[in-house]
Nanobody
């Protein structure tokens, strides 16, 4: 069973940066495409970025060029570097396997708030 703990969220001004970290337990991580998701108030959870076991990454259009996802298979962590943050990036951020239909055992997430 995979356990996921997200951290690094904070309140920042627009244009600022944050680095989110996801600590995963369970061997499934090393064999899985991992992703960061987010859920804003009143909205459905959406994927933000994913990275394959081999390191190939993709991003939703709204964050391309601003966010970078990376993974350390030795430390079993997934990182999301977020730059040039915008108020519309405000949400609770989660990590899990990708795609979401395969995701189970969601963590508590980490809150990101971007003030204009």
């Amino acid at each position: 069973q995979v356990q996921l703990v997200e951290s690094g969220g904070d309140s920042v001004q627009a244009g600022g940066s944050l680095r989110l970290s996801c600590a995963a337990s369970g061997s499934i991580f090393r064999l899985s495409t991992m992703a960061w998701y987010r859920q804003a108030p009143g909205k459905q959870r959406e994927w933000v970025a994913f990275i394959t076991e081999g390191g190939t990454a993709d991003y939703r259009d709204s964050v391309k060029g601003r966010f970078t996802i990376s993974r350390d298979n030795t430390k079993v962590t997934v990182i999301l570097q977020m730059n040039s943050l915008k108020p519309e990036d405000t949400a609770v951020y989660y990590c899990n396997v990708f795609p979401s239909r395969d995701a189970k055992n969601w963590g508590q997430g980490t809150q990101v708030t971007v003030a204009s």
